[in-house]
Structure formats: C-alpha cells, structure tokens
C-alpha cells in the first residue's frame, strides 16, 4: 500500500473532523522559528506534512489517534509554532494535528489551573489574572505560544527568575495524555509524572490538558535601567537577584543591541547598556535606589497598560529570545547561541568573553533558578559565518569557560539540550506511541525496532 492510498483512506475515514491539504496552508502549519538557525533553515525549508486536522474537542483527538495508528501515518503535534528548533516540522510528512482548537481553562482554583494544551498562554494568564493569580512563567513568545507547546518544547522563560523551571517540582503538575493506537488510551499524570511529557518534543503522546501552580498576582513594573559598562549592569542585577529582590524578569542586554530595539529610541540610547525588569510595585522604592548606587539611571518605569499606551514592548518581550528575534527583524547576518553558565556566575568571565569575542558576538544575560539555586543563562547574538564556525565556538565556551551549551542547531531533543536520553521519556514512549509514529526523527532514544510488532496490520498491508 502507497502512502498516497493511506492518506486518501485517512481522509476519508475523519468524518465531519476539520482537514486542510492546501499546499500554502499546509506550508505554513509546517514551521516554526527554526530559521533563527541557518543550519535548521537548510535542514528544515522545504519539509511540509500531507495535511492539517484540526480537532475540535478530546473525542475528535481520540478518534484522529486511533486512524493515525490504524494507518500508519506520522503525526507531528502543533500548538502556536513559535518554536525555534524545528519541534513542530514534521521530517516524515505524515499528518500535522493542530491542537489549538483544545482552549478551554477548564478550572481556576486557588493556586492552580486545569486547562486545555491549545489554550494560548496569554488568554491563560489573562484568566487566571481575573481571579487575583498569575502564571508561574511564560515564554517571551505569550501572545501566540500555547500551553502546551511550551510545555512540550520549553524549559523556562520569564518568571523563572522568580519560580525556577518548568521541572522545578510542583510547577506542573498534571497532564492527561491519548496514545496513539487503534484503541486509543487516556492516560493521567501527575506531580513529578508529568516529567515524561516535559520537553519531549510531542514524541510520546498527545498531551490535551495540563494542570499548573499559580500564584499570587501582582502589577509589576515594567522598567529599564541604563549603566556605562556591561559588567557593572551585570553586577547590579545579580545582586538584586541574590538579595531577594522581588522581580518577575531581571534581563541584562548590552548597548550594541540598541539599534534593534527601535521602538524605544532614546530610552536605550547606544552608549549605555540596560537591564528590562519587571519589579513589584512595593519595591521600585529600593530597587531604584539600588541601580543609583550602583551607577545606573533609571529610564522608565511603567505599568503594563502604560507601556502599551506608550507604544513600547512590555518588559517580557525584550528578554529571552524576544533579543534574538528584534535583532533577526534588522539584521539576518546573525544567529544565537543558548549558554549556561557555571555556579556561582562570575561577571568577570563575561568580560573575558566579550574581549576574546569583539563584534563577533553581542551578549545578553537572564537571571533565573534551577533546582532552587540561581543560574544565568545567556542567549548571545552570533554573527554567522559556517557552522563549522559556529561550532568552534561551542567548544571554546564549554572547553575554556565551563559552560554548558544548549545547542539551538539541531532538532533531536538530546543534542540541544538534555545531553543525554531521558530513559523514563522513552519507556513512556513504548506505552504511549507503541509504533513511533510521533513526531519521528526527534528523539535519539527511540529506534525503529522498538516499535510494536502488530501481526494483524502486516497482514492487512499484503493482502
């Protein structure tokens, strides 16, 4: 049997259940972000899938599971498509389920959320808002991302800072899953369970409904302070974070990204470097009077409906990889590098980097908490030359600085980022996808004799 005749019986079989083989449209339910990466954009360009469904509600998912099986389709799950390493290109084809119709909050308690995985991240915390709570973090991506893309390609984002990681125990701490098989099965995960489905890609099941920790919500600041000297802007926002400073975002970005962050003009001047915070009204006071000793000014400091008044991005949207896309929308000649760096940070070693690097590479540093300990991360810009180039530099940071390098430029979960197969990941994977038709080529844990040998449908396909 041809993969065409499967599509056409796959077609044919959904019922009243939404598709689109629209070749533009299928085009764009295709990609992400990956082009931040040259390498992934070469890789990547031209991979599309066979077609788009479109559930409405579990029922619709269950019964797209049990065809997909039953057919022997590649599936590639898709929330907002605002990933950066190729988590939603389907490399096989196959079928591209978008889950973005699976929106509801289903129940808002206090200190928690029940939602559906397709529900966009900033309808979410907007919700959870109405009820006196917010989100433990979010992507720099909140207005289109989904929660359940974040969960599935994520790993920390704004508010980390504050609440550490999504795997920090009690961050998430439900996830109810369909299998991919005839007989689809519902699965229920939960507390330090859901770390199956964390950041695996969407390689071993649909993930339709999460639960997550909420907290008390607060009407930060959204601000920026100036300092003559990357070190000494550094300096102060580690500072404010070790001394418990009560912040949602301490970014630092250095004065040569300036000209990318156009809408702000004279307040991120480009003989100054800045820090974007997002700070709690009660403590502007100290925080203020901190940077001031520290050399810094502050340039503004507003409310979120003040900035939008103002025309000026909201704090979140000028850290994390929000950097690297107001650089890319200037300048296509750079890509990025993810780097953690050794505990406990040493500023110095940034200023040892920025000389050993020059125009190479412009910096740009997150605050934040793993495992209950402060971790800066970094998300330099990096002038693109070969990704033999870019590789060279991996080495230098891990070889001489000690870093550990998340590597943006690759689509198999454990080359960009865990370094190692998740084994719990993989058996959850044998229960969950029994085939492997999920997302294939993502993860380097699975290979094709793991798959589930069903003596039924190899009979079917020669008869």
Not at 414 to 430: L, N, P, V, W
């Amino acid at each position: 049997m041809t993969r065409d005749r499967d599509l056409e019986a796959f077609k044919s079989s959904l019922g009243g259940i939404r598709f689109h083989d629209d070749k533009k449209y299928l085009a764009a339910r295709s990609h992400d972000y990956f082009w931040y990466s040259p390498i992934l954009n070469e890789q990547l360009k031209d991979l599309t899938g066979d077609l788009v469904v479109l559930p409405q509600n579990l029922d619709e998912v269950i019964q797209v599971a049990a065809l997909v099986a039953r057919h022997r389709l590649p599936l590639t799950l898709r929330g907002g498509g605002t990933g950066n390493y190729g988590q939603c290109v389907p490399l096989e084809g196959g079928v591209i389920m978008d889950l973005t119709r699976l929106d509801r909050v289903i129940e808002i308690t206090d200190g928690h959320v029940r939602v559906e995985a397709g529900a966009r991240i900033s309808r979410l915390d907007d919700a959870a808002r109405e009820t006196g709570q917010e989100l433990l973090m979010y992507p720099s991506t909140r207005q289109m991302a989904t929660i359940g893309g974040f969960i599935a390609g994520g790993s920390g984002g704004i508010g980390s800072l504050r609440h550490g990681m999504l795997r920090d125990p009690g961050n998430v701490t439900y996830a109810k899953v369909v299998t991919v098989e005839p007989e689809p099965q519902v699965i229920e995960l939960h507390g330090d369970d859901t770390q199956k489905i964390q950041h695996a890609y969407g390689t071993n099941g649909i993930v339709v409904e999460l639960g997550l920790a909420l907290t008390r919500a607060t009407d930060w600041i959204h601000t920026a302070v100036l300092f003559d000297g990357y070190d000494t802007a550094l300096r102060f926002a580690a500072q404010a974070q070790s001394g418990g400073m009560d912040c949602y975002l301490l970014t630092a970005v250095e004065r040569r990204f300036a000209p990318f962050y156009r809408k702000f003009g004279d307040l991120f001047p480009a003989d100054r470097d800045a820090i974007f915070a997002m700070v709690a009204p009660d403590e502007m006071g100290r925080f203020t009077e901190k940077a001031e000793a520290c050399g810094g000014r502050v340039s503004f400091a507003m409310t979120k409906p003040e900035i939008r008044e103002a025309g000026l991005q909201p704090a979140y949207e000028c850290g994390w990889n929000h950097t690297t896309l107001q650089a890319l929308k200037v300048d296509r000649g750079w890509t990025y590098l993810q780097v953690a760096y050794p505990r406990p940070f040493d500023p110095d070693l940034v200023t040892r980097q920025m000389e050993r690097y020059g125009d190479e590479v412009f910096w740009h540093h997150e605050m934040a908490r793993m495992e209950g300990e402060i971790q800066i991360f970094a998300l330099p810009l990096v002038r693109w030359h070969s990704k033999e180039a870019i590789y060279r530099l991996i080495d230098e940071l891990e070889r001489l600085d000690g870093c550990t390098i998340f590597d943006p430029h690759v689509v198999t979960i454990e080359d960009g980022g865990m370094k190692q197969i998740d084994d719990a990941q993989i058996r959850f994977k044998k229960l969950a996808d029994p085939y492997g038709l999920m997302n294939p080529g993502k993860t380097r844990g699975w290979h094709a004799d793991m798959a589930r040998d069903d003596q039924d449908h190899q009979q079917g396909e020669t008869a």
